[in-house]
């Protein structure tokens, strides 16, 4: 048998018995024993006494996030003039993928009259003759 502790609790008894001889020692090989009744914390290896990194730069930003698009968002392009972000849909149901709601971007006289809610009372007035009402849903009878 062995005279070299084999747990923990070994190794402090056998500390705690021999103080003289368990003291800080630099000569072994960049380990370091520990001194008698020191907490078990202090066993950590040469890691514990390495510098830490210094802050050297803070980064902080004073604008707003981006703002995140949704349905009823506008835009105006060469091609297609003005568009309203809607839902996707199809037979009157929303479209899903991924259980997220697809959007497309339409031209106000392409709207249903799900998405009339988007339009100004102008862009209402200057839509086409025989379009829907606001409150006219394609589909479903009055």
């Known amino acids: 048998m062995s005279n070299t502790p ?3 609790a070994q190794a402090l008894a056998a500390i705690a018995a021999r103080p003289d001889e368990c003291k800080a020692d630099a000569t072994t090989a960049g380990t370091r024993q520990i001194a008698a009744g020191a907490p078990v914390a202090e066993m950590a290896t040469t890691e514990a006494a390495m510098p830490k990194p210094q802050v050297t730069s803070i980064r902080f930003f004073t604008s707003a996030p981006r703002r995140q698009p949704k349905s009823g968002d506008r ?3 060469k091609k297609h003039g003005l568009q309203i972000r809607v839902f996707e849909r199809h037979n009157g149901m929303l479209v899903v993928s991924g259980s ?3 959007y497309e971007w339409r031209r106000p006289a392409e709207l249903d009259g799900f998405d009339r809610h988007y ?3 102008a862009e209402l ?3 086409p003759a025989g379009t829907a009402d606001a409150h006219q849903v394609p589909g479903v009878l009055a």
């Open 125 to 127: 007035a200057a839509l």
């Open 119 to 121: 339009l100004t009372p």
């Open 75 to 77: 835009r105006t392009t």
């Open 100 to 102: 997220r709601y697809r």
């Open 6 to 8: 084999t747990t923990l």
